[in-house]
Nanobody
Framework: QVQLVESGGGLVQAGGSLRLSCAAS????????MGWFRQAPGKEREFVAA????????YSSDSVKGRFTMSRDNAKNTVYLQMNSLKPEDTAVYYC????????????????WGQGTQVTVSS
């Protein structure tokens, strides 16, 4: 099975930036598409971004497009979510995920999930 461990969350002022990291183990990292979801208190889980196994294709939700950038470093078995121009509505627990098929991530059904990391954006 694949294990995913997120890091990099924290408290930031509106307009600031954070970079989340997700380290993967237990599988062939380069064979997996990777993604990020988030869930705010009292809200439905929301797709954020996904990246293909090679990094050649990325997809971002409309709510974060132009502000968040996903990337991966297969040599380090790690994916990143660079978050700029953060807004209070970005406050959520952010979950890293993985799947053999990027379409499963984009459709909201990734096979593997990390434990999540809290991002809090103050006004």
């Amino acid at each position: 099975q694949v294990q995913l461990v997120e890091s990099g969350g924290g408290l930031v002022q509106a307009g600031g930036s954070l970079r989340l990291s997700c380290a993967a183990s237990g599988g062939t990292f380069s064979s997996y598409a990777m993604g990020w979801f988030r869930q705010a208190p009292g809200k439905e889980r929301e797709f954020v971004a996904a990246i293909s196994w090679s990094g050649g294709y990325t997809y971002s939700s409309d709510s974060v497009k132009g502000r968040f950038t996903m990337s991966r470093d297969n040599a380090k078995n790690t994916v990143y979510l660079q978050m700029n121009s953060l807004k209070p509505e970005d406050t959520a627990v952010y979950y890293c995920n993985a799947d053999r098929l990027i379409s499963d991530i984009r459709s909201g059904r990734p096979d593997y999930w990390g434990q999540g990391t809290q991002v809090t954006v103050s006004s």
